[in-house]
């Protein structure tokens, strides 16, 4: 039988969801030049479904850009189809900028780093994620066996991500219920987020070849631990490439420069928390006492701090300086990595642009420490609601300039419909809607 190989051509969007449309693989070189039509309602296509209230109706035209360095081809055999899509901008006809798009906006703050402070990001994301396949049983935390049952899974998805062009770092059964964890190496610039789209993407592409699928959704259940995005990050210098994040002069290592950076975003990690942990079930997880993120503290070695210091590998100052970064921990998966991390990267930059002074190390648990404690050390707890979090983004202006006016209004409207929509439904019935979805 003929076959046609069919490539996607792709967009992430404020749900957090990849869609796009499809062409023949020999109409890759003339689709590399122009691109594919896109609508910009489509953005308002809310994770469940239904349409958010859109301010551009049924009117108007895009088209998406396509990157060529984000372009994933997976392999899975004669029988099988090959997984094979690319990333995009979303564009006016005219081929400028559309200001909404979540890649964009992402491009734009990474340039605006580099113009104004000299400096570029490095990233990488780590993923939490249920492999719906393997039973639920008890005491399978980080076990052998629990590695053991997801049988050709790992395997075959390490080999899928090599293949894209990822470096390979780990792969875990992780603590929670048909929980694994998955990372993979650091890169500069808007590849983090490609990468994130990729790991993600793959994870499903692997699954669903195995007749079964993965779910990135925040939280399985109410009483469960969450799968967490954690983005780990650094500061290197745009001339050189040399990290600028370590100062050994710092009782915790910190530099004056990336002092300002992470204090900018502690600055405004209750506001963005609406943008890196974007679904109503998002709060679930991002409660004290289940290692995710509670409070916009920044921890040392702190596995529920907001912003944590992570550990070295390593005793000799260049391997340290290297090697020392942090990790956002307060995003999932339902957040749009480029959404997430330009959010995250925005309010660095805030943070860089008026020189804020290095943030206070919060030593213990912000749970147990009193009101007037946590005051003295700027610590505050993180927004309890989705409702509540749009709220404080809302009212934030420090960052519109960064997300813009467009990107920004649109983000409410969407956010606020998923909200509404959620706020009708239990909590566990929320959480089965957001499985089925990420
Ligand atoms: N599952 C935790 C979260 O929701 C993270 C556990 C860990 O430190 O890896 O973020
Ligand atoms: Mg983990």
Same mark, same amino acid.
């Given at each position: 039988m003929m076959r046609e190989e069919v490539v996607m051509l792709c967009t992430s969007d404020i749900a957090g969801q990849i869609r796009g449309k499809g062409f023949p693989a020999s109409d890759l070189a003339a689709r590399l030049a122009k691109g594919i039509g896109w609508t910009p309602t489509n953005i308002m296509i809310s994770a469940h479904g239904a349409i958010a209230p859109s301010p551009w109706g049924a009117l108007g035209d895009l088209v998406i850009k396509p990157d060529p360095a984000t372009r994933v081809r997976v392999d899975f055999g004669s029988d099988q189809a090959a997984e094979h899509f690319i990333m995009g901008d979303l564009c006016h006809m005219d081929g400028t900028p559309w200001p909404v798009?979540?890649?964009?906006?992402?491009?734009?703050?990474?340039?605006a780093i580099?113009?104004?402070?000299?400096?570029?990001?490095?990233?990488?994301? +780590?993923? +939490?994620f249920i492999y719906e396949a393997v039973e639920e049983r008890p005491n399978a935390s980080y076990a052998l066996d629990a590695f053991r049952r997801q049988n050709l899974f790992a395997e075959t998805y390490l080999g899928a991500l090599k293949a894209a062009g990822l470096t390979l770092d780990t792969f875990m059964p992780e603590y929670g219920p048909m929980q694994y964890e998955v990372t993979v190496g650091p890169t500069i610039g808007v590849t983090a987020a490609d990468q994130a789209v990729a790991v993600r993407e793959i994870a499903r592409a692997v699954a669903c070849r195995m007749g079964s699928r993965v779910s990135f959704t925040p939280i399985l259940r109410p009483d469960a631990v969450g799968n967490g995005v954690h983005v780990h990050f650094s500061l290197v210098d745009a001339g050189t490439g040399a990290a600028v994040n370590h100062d050994s002069h710092h009782p915790q290592g910190i530099s004056a420069r990336a002092g300002s950076f992470i204090a900018g975003?502690?600055?405004k990690l209750p506001a963005i928390t609406a943008v890196t942990a974007g679904a109503a079930i998002s709060y679930l997880r991002l409660t004290p006492n289940r290692w995710s993120a &509670?409070?916009?503290?920044?921890?040392?070695?702190?596995?529920? &701090?907001?912003?944590?210091?992570?550990?070295v590998f390593a005793t000799e100052e260049?391997?340290?300086?290297?090697?020392?970064h942090f990790e956002y921990r307060a995003a999932d998966a339902a957040a749009s990595p480029y959404l997430a991390l330009g959010a995250i990267l925005a309010a660095g930059l805030f943070g860089l642009d008026r020189?804020?002074?290095l943030p206070k190390v919060c030593k213990g648990a912000p749970q147990n420490m009193s009101t007037a404690q946590l005051k003295?050390?700027?610590i505050e707890r993180l927004p309890q609601s989705l409702g509540a979090a749009l709220d404080l983004? +809302?009212? +934030?202006?420090?960052?519109t300039e960064s997300f813009g006016t467009e990107l920004k209004s649109a983000y409410l409207a969407h956010k606020r419909f998923e909200a509404e929509m959620m706020a009708k439904l239990t909590p566990e019935e929320q959480c089965e809607k957001y499985r089925r979805v990420y």
């Open positions: 798009c979540p890649r964009g906006f992402l491009k734009r703050v990474i340039e580099e113009t104004r402070h000299g400096l570029k990001e490095k990233a990488s994301f +780590e993923h +939490e975003m502690l600055a &509670a409070y916009n503290n920044l921890g040392f070695r702190d596995r529920e &701090a907001g912003v944590r210091i992570c550990p260049a391997q340290v300086a290297k090697q020392y020189k804020l002074p003295a050390m700027d983004f +809302e009212a +934030e202006s420090d960052l």
